[in-house]
């Protein structure tokens, strides 16, 4: 029965190499990997090409199930997708082996804490943020709409909403808010 390896890190910066020989020793000969976030399924393409080809009786080995998935929907989905196919889940790290009810059962209490991690990590990121508003520090994302170039256009050379989003390669509602925002928006014609 094949054993097909499954191997994500959350950054450019992260190394895949430690999954990719656990995988290899727990006998995958197979090994799809990809650098994407576990918060978002469908930005996973490696993912998604390793279970369209999962057939009856093969197996999907992952090193640790927060690999797989951040949230519990998300694992249930995918266990259950396993299912339907005949496949199984196995963890190298982690006593998983959806063959067993034992192995479900930590599954699920894994995907609570992937998830709970998941949440904790976004609360924390959100205190920093605000602490630093406060101190003044966070000023946001810097703005990529250059406002002055949007007016010049639109004065100097008689430029519409549609041409100057083409130009700039931005949307037409962006130039619209900028356009809006000096109170220079053209009035439509009734």
């Keep these: 029965m094949p054993h097909y390896g499954y191997a994500r890190v959350s950054t450019i910066d992260q ?3 430690l999954q990719r020989a656990a995988l290899k020793a727990a006998g ?24 369209n080809f999962l057939r009856q009786g093969d197996t999907l080995v992952v090193t640790r199930i927060d690999r797989l998935a951040r949230s519990v ?11 339907a196919k005949g496949a199984k889940l ?10 067993t009810a034992a192995g479900k059962a930590f599954l699920n ?6 998830e709970f ?8 990121q959100l205190e920093g943020i605000a602490a630093a508003k406060a101190r003044g520090v966070y ?21 519409g909403a549609t041409a100057i989003a083409r130009r700039l390669g931005i949307g037409r509602a962006s130039v619209y808010r900028v356009l809006g925002r000096r109170g220079r928006l053209p009035v439509a014609a009734e």
């Design 139 to 159: 000023k946001g994302r810097q703005p990529i709409i250059n406002s002055v170039e949007v007016q010049r256009l639109s004065q100097e050379e008689q430029l």
């Design 109 to 114: 209490m894994l995907g609570v804490f992937a």
């Design 15 to 17: 190394d895949l190499a």
């Design 90 to 99: 196995k963890a190298t790290e982690q006593p998983i082996d959806t063959g």
């Design 28 to 51: 995958c000969d197979v090994i799809r990997a990809e650098k994407a976030s576990g918060a978002r399924r469908d930005e996973r393409t490696e993912l998604q090409v390793l279970l």
């Design 73 to 83: 929907k998300d694992l249930q989905d995918i266990v259950h997708e396993l299912k």
């Design 117 to 124: 991690e998941t949440n904790l990590r976004r609360e924390r």
